[in-house]
């Protein structure tokens, strides 16, 4: 089965906006588990601009399915944070400070011994730990090298180019998955998927494990309502 981690960082940019505590993160986090979410994921940033600090701790003491943090190991608190909060997963991707959003994926050949170093810490603690990667045979090859339990596909491209062509937009990420299953790597994804390609997505990646969706759910749930929504995302992974 494949798991629905609802991205709530958009909750806390709305919240933000007023400098107030409305909507509540703890409570929209609540009902995402209450209305059928398979876990929650924030991505905090140095500059604190949606998910905060003190956010990380907020939640970890309310969450009870999968609590996945994701974000820039080498920037900010992120490790602090990570480590005194034990989540079942964190995501680790290669943002540059600035960055509105997630837009590639870890070079994991360059950047082999420094990701070795990283993931070593958090399994000593007993977090389980993905890394974000494009769909690149070579770069999931590297993956498996740095000791990684799972990658996260970026699906950014596939999202893009769906419409135009779901074959050939869905091709390298078959490619990608197939080799994270023959390594023996947990398979996760996420970025810009949404009800009109999530369903073709699932149905044609191998042992994909978990996605993690944020910036459309939270969109269509303002026409759709937060309960609908979730349970028709859900529907999309049946």
């Given at each position: 089965m494949t798991k629905l981690s609802v991205n709530i960082n958009k909750i806390a940019t709305l919240r933000n906006s007023r400098g107030g505590d409305v909507p509540n993160l703890v409570k929209v986090a609540k009902d995402c588990e209450r209305f059928g979410a398979q876990g929650i994921t924030i991505h905090p940033r140095p500059d604190e601009r949606h998910i905060r600090y003190a956010d990380v701790y907020d939640l970890k003491k309310i969450v009870t399915t999968e609590y996945n943090i994701e974000g820039?190991?080498?920037?900010?608190?992120?490790?602090?944070?990570?480590?005194?909060?034990?989540?079942?997963?964190?995501?680790?991707?290669?943002?540059?400070?600035?960055?509105?959003?997630?837009?590639?994926?870890?070079?994991?050949?360059?950047?082999?011994?420094?990701?070795?170093?990283?993931?070593?810490?958090?399994?000593?603690?007993?977090?389980?730990?993905?890394?974000?990667?494009?769909p690149d045979v070579?770069?999931?090859?590297?993956?498996?090298?740095?000791?990684?339990?799972?990658?996260?596909?970026?699906?950014?491209?596939?999202?893009?180019?769906?419409?135009?062509?779901?074959?050939?937009?869905?091709?390298?990420?078959?490619?990608?998955?197939?080799?994270?299953?023959?390594?023996?790597?947990?398979?996760?994804?996420?970025?810009?998927?949404?009800?009109?390609?999530?369903?073709?997505?699932?149905?044609?990646?191998p042992g994909l494990l978990e996605v993690s969706i944020g910036h459309a759910l939270i969109s269509d749930a303002l026409y759709l309502g937060l309960e609908n929504t979730i349970q028709m995302y859900l529907r999309q992974l049946q």
């Open positions: 820039n190991p080498t920037e900010g608190r992120f490790m602090e944070v990570v480590l005194d909060t034990n989540p079942t997963q964190v995501t680790l991707v290669p943002d540059k400070l600035g960055a509105i959003t997630s837009n590639a994926g870890w070079d994991t050949i360059k950047n082999k011994d420094l990701l070795k170093d990283l993931i070593s810490t958090f399994k000593q603690e007993g977090i389980r730990v993905s890394i974000f990667v494009d070579k770069m999931v090859e590297g993956a498996a090298e740095t000791g990684t339990d799972r990658i996260e596909l970026y699906t950014e491209a596939y999202a893009t180019d769906y419409s135009q062509n779901k074959k050939k937009a869905i091709a390298p990420f078959v490619k990608a998955a197939e080799k994270a299953n023959e390594l023996g790597l947990g398979l996760n994804a996420g970025h810009d998927l949404n009800l009109d390609n999530l369903a073709y997505f699932h149905q044609n990646i």
